[in-house]
């Protein structure tokens, strides 16, 4: 996998939402104090190298209650991935992927120790299909019997 982009707010001098875009060969370039250490300790608490701290949050955010959120994209997304002691799966078909077909996680650090992990993804929108998330396995089965949806389920 790649890193397609990379998008932060509220983080340190970063208040707004700002993308750095990743090429094959990217180079950070700038004057003193512009922000080139935080676009790459952003990765560093993204990818759980190092914690979050209050002070990395914005200080306007910060004052305002609100939080940091850091997002990646990433390409290249193996067809199969294997999750749990051999439970493989396929993005793709899971419809974990955003319209590009890329992965894009997003953590927001509302709360400095633990923070929240989303994917942000293309749903296929279907107005049976809109409250999926939120149904019992017996009221799965109801939906799918009301539909007349064939398969092994």
Sequence with gaps: ?????????????????????FNDLTVLIGKNDIGKSSILEALDIFFDNRKMESDDVNIIARRNGESAKISVVFSGIPTELDIDSGGKTNLHEEYL????????????????????????????SNENANDLFYLTIAQLQKRVKDLGVEGDF
Excluded: A, Q, W
């Design 1 to 21: 996998m790649k890193i397609v982009s990379l998008t932060i707010e509220n983080f340190r001098s970063y208040r707004n939402p700002t993308t750095i875009t």
């Design 97 to 124: 992927l955003d319209v590009d077909g890329n992965l894009h996680i997003k953590k927001d650090f509302s709360s400095i120790s633990k923070p929240k992990t989303y994917i942000l993804c293309n749903h296929p």
